[in-house]
């Protein structure tokens, strides 16, 4: 679907520059974004995402691996490389990742891919959301209804950059490299303070009344 221009939203600054500076430099540390409904939180975050250039990426990978950065590479990808095998390279937009509010731990952090143990017998992973958000924006909308366990979850990838699974004997690391965005709303309670310290910015927006 077609995404609202960045240039095209007006006011909220505060929000805008955080934004910009957080995808210049992911390692500020997320933004938290906390505003009233119907502000342009999601819009904003959306149109952001939608001006980056194209990144470089390992095709057929989960993990959106990086062909040249070794830190930004998946288990078989690392194997490839070190083997100095021919990787094949395709170019994709920066990914942008909505968490929903009702995902399961599975579900983010990824898990044994049951349709390839029982037809092929081997213990294969399945990737989860922060997979798929490596090396781009997860969103995490309403961030102060989030379960408490999940809220670590990620802030503890943000700020490690992996995430590791460990289910049923196969333990996997994977790279989890992400602008972290959270957003709420202050009518739905205050955020807890240990939520607020692992954002690297802070930034309050008002409905335009003008």
């Known amino acids: 679907r077609p995404v609202f221009p960045f240039t095209a939203i007006i006011g909220q600054e505060e929000m805008k ?6 995808v210049i430099d992911p390692r500020i540390g997320g933004v938290m974004i906390m505003g009233d409904r119907g ?8 149109a952001v995402a939608d001006l980056l250039p194209e990144i470089e990426v390992v095709a057929n990978d989960g993990f959106n691996s990086s062909p040249t950065d070794f830190e930004l590479m998946g288990e078989e990808v690392k194997m490839a ?3 100095n095998e021919e990787l094949e390279i395709t170019k994709k937009k920066v990914p942008m990742i909505d968490l929903p509010l009702g995902a399961t731990e599975d579900r983010v952090c990824g898990t044994i891919d049951i349709e390839k143990a029982l037809t092929e017998g081997v213990k294969a992973f399945e990737p989860g959301l922060l997979a798929k958000a490596n090396r781009g924006i997860l969103y995490v909308d ?8 999940l809220v670590d979850i990620l802030l503890d990838s943000a700020a490690s950059g992996w995430n590791t699974v460990e289910r049923e004997g196969i333990s996997i690391k994977h790279p989890a490299r992400f602008v972290l965005v959270g957003s709420g709303n202050p009518e739905e309670g205050e955020l807890r303070p240990q939520l607020l310290d692992r954002f690297g910015m802070h930034a309050e927006i008002r409905t335009v009344r003008d």
Request: hydrophobic share 45%; net charge neutral; proline share 0%.
């Open 17 to 22: 520059l955080a934004l910009i500076l957080n």
């Open 39 to 46: 502000t342009g939180k999601s819009t904003t975050i959306r």
């Open 81 to 83: 490389f070190l083997r």
């Open 142 to 149: 309403e961030v102060n209804l989030l379960d408490d366990h």
